[in-house]
């Protein structure tokens, strides 16, 4: 169950930026709060994944954490059904062999040889999308990774405090599907190479908290298009917005999403502040 939920952690992680209204302080961390609340709610950008060599939750997250009562993610991992559900999706109706040109069936097969001592008949009853996700956790250079909202989930759970998700799994992937048609998630594929070298960046960035330089990394029209970022970023931020003022009335929460929401027009952060709240970095 565990492998399962790294490997839906990378098929729902968002590797992209936006057009950013202003530079941000450097921070993953900031307190939400306003006159009508109660107490102040937190808002935590995150990398999804990380080698376990660079992972950490910094003392003020912990701090943060032990100020709400919620831990309300992307989406809820600690739904067992709701994992098991997803894992339906990441099995393909058809054979990879049956979708893919003879060029691509044979790149993709010295692809998987290369980077996982795999073959491409040793996957082809998985989904396009499942096997990107699997190619691409190869982009980070370590054998141990740790997966930041499965690490928040232990202890949310050793303080009994409940776990919500803004939006469902399946609901989730869905979106990845339309971000990312068969065309551009081959795009995807073929640019196995930049991968690592934009992780490798986006990891420096992250543990540096310099989060506009990060998103400055990623937004690279190779990663990136207008629909991916519509599907990805704009569309599930607004969404999101939609529903936390109500969750940091009844009670204070910390949100934890990946970093990509938190700038930029469309960014939650800056979506905060437009409905009147203050949102500032914690150092």
Not at 27 to 43: F, G, N, Q, T
Not at 148 to 164: C, G, M, P
Request: glycine letters at 4%; a neutral charge.
């Amino acid at each position: 169950m565990k492998k399962l939920i790294v490997l839906i952690g990378f098929i729902v992680s968002s590797f992209i930026g936006n057009a950013q209204e202003k530079t941000l302080e450097n921070s993953v961390l900031w307190k939400i709060e306003h006159k009508d609340l109660a107490k102040p709610s937190y808002l935590l950008g995150t990398i999804h994944i990380l080698c376990e060599d660079d992972f950490s939750i910094p003392e003020k997250v912990t701090k943060a954490f032990n100020e709400t009562e919620n831990l309300i993610l992307e989406v809820d991992l600690s739904d067992t059904k709701a994992l098991m559900e997803a894992q339906q999706k990441m099995i393909s109706s058809g054979k990879l062999t049956e979708e893919l040109s003879k060029e691509q069936q044979k790149y993709l097969d010295n692809l998987l040889k290369k980077e996982m001592n795999m073959s491409l008949k040793m996957v082809d009853n998985y989904s396009l999308m499942t096997v990107y996700t699997l190619l691409i956790q190869q982009s980070l250079s370590c054998s141990t990774k740790k997966m930041y909202e499965f690490e928040l989930i232990n202890l949310a759970k050793a303080q009994n405090k409940k776990i919500k998700g803004l939006e469902t799994l399946n609901g989730q992937l869905d979106f990845f599907a339309k971000a990312y048609p068969k065309d551009f998630l081959w795009q995807q594929i073929e640019l196995h190479e930049a991968y690592k070298v934009m992780f490798q960046e986006m990891v420096t960035n992250y543990k540096n908290e310099n989060i506009t330089a990060l998103f400055d990394g990623m937004n690279d029209e190779r990663f990136l298009n207008k629909n991916a970022e519509y599907w990805m970023l704009t569309y599930r931020n607004k969404n999101w917005i939609e529903k936390m003022p109500a969750l940091m009335k009844k009670q204070p929460n910390l949100f934890a999403v990946g970093a990509a929401h938190l700038v930029g027009d469309n960014g939650v952060i800056h979506l905060l502040r437009k409905q009147g709240y203050k949102v500032t970095p914690v150092h």
